[in-house]
């Protein structure tokens, strides 16, 4: 299957410090997809990024797509305790997606 | 709308009991799916289905079957769990590959 790997698995930061997570792959993507996950929660939908180089922006969030189109980051500007979660990256290789494993995001006050 | 529903939400099942978690949307979602996730290994698609009558495997098929009589429902049959599939278990549903919208999970304790 699709290999998708995620950096790092975990990250503690302080309030207010900034964030990235990571996503590679081996091969090259059509698209790629970012959820966030509440503890205790469900995954939730954030963004879809298609086109090589692209860049998108929500608000504090910031999400790249590179341009070889193999690898993706999300990166958390000024870190708040709302963002507490697990944050995924995830593929569709037509009918079936594939998750990374995760980054687990704690941020201290 | 109430998006996508799952019952239940909690389950404690002996080893080599059936039983079967249940899945809805109402948002006329043609493709539905589910996963299981487990601590440091992410979301893995157990089975998928891309309309009414169609199913077909995804990574993790093994001890799972699935059936889509309706665009509505798709639910999710263990025949005879066992200890290794103890998990939390999510549906999905989208138009196509484009955005999933999760239900809320069933977390399935396999004594």
């Known amino acids: 299957g699709q290999q998708v790997m995620q950096i790092p698995q975990y990250q503690h930061v302080q309030e207010g410090e900034d964030f990235t997570t990571y996503c590679n792959s081996s091969t090259t993507l059509s698209n790629i997809q970012w959820y966030k996950q509440r503890p205790g929660g469900h995954p939730v939908f954030l963004i879809q990024l298609v086109k090589s180089g692209e860049v998108k922006k929500q608000k504090r969030l910031t999400f790249q797509f590179g341009e070889a189109k193999k690898n993706s980051s999300l990166h958390i500007t000024a870190t708040q305790t709302t963002d507490v979660g697990t944050y995924f990256c995830?593929?569709?290789?037509?009918?079936?997606?594939?998750f990374g494993t995760g980054t687990s995001l704690t941020v201290i006050p | 709308n109430a998006g996508v529903t799952q019952t239940p939400k909690f389950q404690v099942l002996k080893t080599g009991q059936s039983m079967t978690l249940q899945c809805a949307q109402d948002?006329?979602?043609?493709?539905m799916s589910w996963y299981r996730q487990d601590p440091g290994m992410g979301l893995r698609l157990i089975h998928y289905s891309v309309g009414a009558g169609i199913t077909d495997q995804g990574e993790v098929p093994n001890g799972y079957n699935v059936s889509r009589s309706t665009t509505e429902d798709f639910p999710l049959r263990l025949l005879s769990a066992a200890p290794s599939q103890t998990s939390v278990y999510f549906c999905?549903?989208?138009?196509?590959?484009?955005?999933?919208?999760f239900g809320p999970g069933t977390r399935l304790l396999v004594l």
């Open positions: 995830a593929v569709n290789t037509g009918n079936q997606f594939y």
């Open positions: 948002m006329n979602h043609e493709y």
């Open positions: 999905a549903s989208s138009w196509g590959g484009e955005t999933q919208y």
